[in-house]
């Protein structure tokens, strides 16, 4: 599948809202608790102030630097709407609510001065962040009803009480907010508390609470992933480190020019997935992308590919309409028209530099060492499994390292509207009947073939499981993260020809490619020898259509 690498720079935004405290005391601890969480956001995570905004009542004259008001509904609205307009498409919105709540059996709230802001408000206020990740943290009490409104792909959600009904003040947020500023929070010691980290360091502060004074628990706090149960433990306050480090002075019409276009070019790539699936993006926008890149000088290689005859190209061509296995008949099959639209697509991106001349003759060592090592490849087609030799080149430590880097898509479809296409590889196994041990090797291949052990096979080899339901479980969401991102790409999925003559086909392809990359052929030749290969070489085994 396609693999496109850019390095995006992410940033945080933060807001913060202590709704109506009611009471002196509660009054400081609210104040206490923001500037707690934001010191920690600023000291150790590197967010800059200009980040940061914190709402309360009354208004705060302090912390320095960072955005304050009142919080009213008027103005977390106009907050949110500010954050949406300069958030990044890969930047990060992290909201935290602490306060009291309400819940009249229907509909929560968050208390402000004034009218209240609702579930449902919320729920509306989120849809301006599209391609951001969210982190909406309420820890006032009956925040549980807040769960299925806000609940979405890309956001996570945590509430200090799992239901509505749980309606008593919250010990939740203290431990919370403590977790950012405790080292003993950050379990897997990367030097940053993820949101799971920080949840999980709260729920269990607040279980020892309450049984060191004899309560019975009556709040249970819950947390939502909508990244697949993968997104709470990659998101932290900030990226840990502030783009001001970056010293662009956004006073020089250049800077701020190329900030703009740095802004632009990333919204683009968050944005580019959707845009493929939909047929917004066809192969010849891809081949345009590329070619930009190589003659701005951003990268050597526009795209690169394999250097011999595989089965890659079969989700290129079929991106043209070509189907290469007639399921009536058994035999494979080529269709004249959809290998000259495929054909004239290679041609169009040797002429727009997107498609290098040398790309065949190039050995596996120098691709892979100009797409996974070099960044001198802007998109390269590979497998899934191919991650793990990514994650080693970059030194990558997980998930969101890589997700930072690289960017996959669908092979767009060849014309505006049509279909993106991807290419899987069922494996069939056969036992002779002649073997001497039939038996034992058909139990073999049963046994291999059984939920776990394919499970593991899957996620130490990043090749895709055999049936769906492993996807939910434990050790498939623990280290699965990228086949769990790769699934949803099945959707348009075709499967290379388990035929015995598809190796031959392949290598026919292959020749009309080098042919046109090398200057030899133009897209026509391309096609009537392609033809005339398959027909020679492959006879009946090959059904040739229009």
């Known amino acids: 599948m396609s693999s496109a690498q850019i390095a995006l720079a992410q940033q945080a935004h933060i807001l913060v809202v202590t709704g109506v405290p009611g009471d002196e005391d509660h009054a400081k601890k609210f104040s206490k608790w923001a500037a707690s969480f934001i010191d920690a956001a600023k000291k150790k995570d590197a967010v800059p102030d200009a980040n940061i905004t914190l709402l309360a009542d009354p208004a705060p004259t302090e912390p320095k630097g960072i955005a304050l008001g009142r919080s009213t509904k008027a103005a977390v609205e106009e907050a949110i709407g500010k ?16 306060g009291h709540g309400s819940f009249d059996g229907r509909v929560a709230s968050f208390n402000l001065s004034g009218p209240d802001l609702t579930a449902p408000d919320y729920a509306k206020l989120l849809t301006r962040f599209t391609t951001q990740h969210v982190v909406f943290v309420n820890t006032a009490s009956a925040s549980g009803a807040f769960l299925q409104p806000l609940a979405a792909p890309g956001r996570v959600i945590v509430t200090a009480t799992k239901t509505g009904g ?50 019975m628990l009556t709040e249970h706090a819950t947390l939502e992933d909508g990244g697949e149960g993968q997104l709470a433990a990659t998101v932290f306050l900030g990226t840990g480190r502030a783009d001001a480090a970056l010293n662009v002075d956004l006073s020089d019409p250049a800077a701020k020019a190329l900030v703009e276009e740095r802004d632009t070019i ?12 939909a ?23 526009g795209i690169l590919h394999r250097p011999n005859a595989g089965p890659d190209f079969q989700m290129l061509t079929e991106s043209f309409g070509a189907e290469s296995y007639d399921k009536n008949t058994g035999k494979l099959e080529a269709s004249k028209s959809a290998l000259r639209n495929f054909f004239t697509w290679v ?32 998109i390269f087609f590979h497998g899934v499994w191919r991650v793990s030799d990514q994650m080693k080149a970059f030194n990558f430590k997980g998930k969101d390292d890589y997700f930072k880097k690289y960017t996959w898509i669908n092979a767009p479809a060849g014309k505006k509207g049509g279909k993106p296409s991807n290419l899987s590889h069922p494996i069939a196994y056969a036992v002779s009947a002649k073997s001497k041990n039939k038996d034992l090797a058909a139990y073999i291949v049963a046994l291999a073939s059984q939920p776990v052990p394919n499970m593991r096979h899957a996620v130490t080899t990043n090749h895709t499981p055999i ?5 939910s479980m434990p050790e498939f969401v623990e280290k699965g993260w990228a086949l769990a ?62």
């Open 83 to 98: 954050i949406a307009s300069r958030a990044k498409a890969t930047d990060t919105v992290f909201i935290l609510l602490v």
């Open 166 to 215: 749980e309606r008593n003040e919250t010990d939740f947020p203290e431990y919370f907010v403590a977790a950012y500023n405790d080292d003993s929070a950050d379990l897997d010691r990367n030097g940053h508390i993820s949101v799971r980290e920080a949840f999980d360091y709260a729920s269990a502060k607040v279980k020892q609470a309450f049984q060191q004074k004899g309560y």
């Open 266 to 277: 990333e919204k683009d790539i968050a944005a580019l997935p959707a845009k493929v699936d």
């Open 279 to 301: 047929g917004e993006f066809t192969m010849n926008d891809l081949c345009d992308l590329a070619g930009q890149a190589v003659s701005k000088g951003v990268v050597k290689y």
């Open 347 to 378: 041609k169009y991106c040797v002429d727009k530099k997107a498609l290098s001349a040398n790309n065949t003759a190039m050995s596996w060592d120098a691709i892979e060492q100009a797409s996974f090592g070099g960044d001198e490849a802007f």
């Open 467 to 471: 049936n769906y339901g492993e996807q």
């Open 485 to 546: 991102a790769a699934t949803p790409m099945l959707k348009y999925a075709s499967f290379m020809p388990n035929h015995p003559k598809i190796g031959q086909y392949n290598s026919i392809i292959f020749k009309g490619i080098q042919g046109i990359e090398t200057g030899r052929l133009n897209a026509q030749q391309a096609t009537d020898f392609v033809v005339d290969e398959l027909q020679n070489e492959l006879g009946k085994d090959v059904v040739i259509k229009n």
